[in-house]
């Protein structure tokens, strides 16, 4: 019982993503786009990778509006100040 698994464990490969495999994703998904089908987007694209695995590593690692590397001298500013203001209690 229970939900259908989204990709056939046997066929999948699992650990730390190779830099090949991001440029096939990523070449991929800015030619194509996703189509709003995550579990089908692997095999289209050539990767040995489950639809779950490639939506995680677009979102959080190749997307193109993600900013990566330390905090501006502004946004440092930003948040010194609200430090300030607020201290270190949790909101």
Request: proline letters at 5%; aromatic letters at 8%.
């Given at each position: 019982?229970?939900r259908?698994?989204c990709c056939d464990?046997?066929?999948v ?6 830099p090949e495999?991001d440029a096939?994703l990523?070449t991929?998904l800015?030619t194509?786009?996703t189509?709003?089908?995550?579990i089908?987007?692997?095999r ?9 695995s ?6 959080n690692y190749?997307?193109?509006?993600i900013?990566?590397g ?10 010194c100040?609200l430090?300030n203001?607020?201290?270190s209690?949790?909101?």
């Amino acid at each position: 019982m229970g939900r259908a698994p989204c990709c056939d464990k046997a066929n999948v490969k699992r650990g730390p993503w190779s830099p090949e495999e991001d440029a096939t994703l990523k070449t991929y998904l800015e030619t194509h786009g996703t189509g709003g089908n995550w579990i089908a987007l692997p095999r289209k694209a050539g990767l040995r990778r489950c639809g779950k695995s490639c939506r995680l590593r677009w979102l959080n690692y190749l997307r193109p509006d993600i900013k990566h590397g330390g905090f501006t001298e502004e946004e440092d500013h930003i948040i010194c100040n609200l430090y300030n203001q607020m201290g270190s209690r949790q909101v």
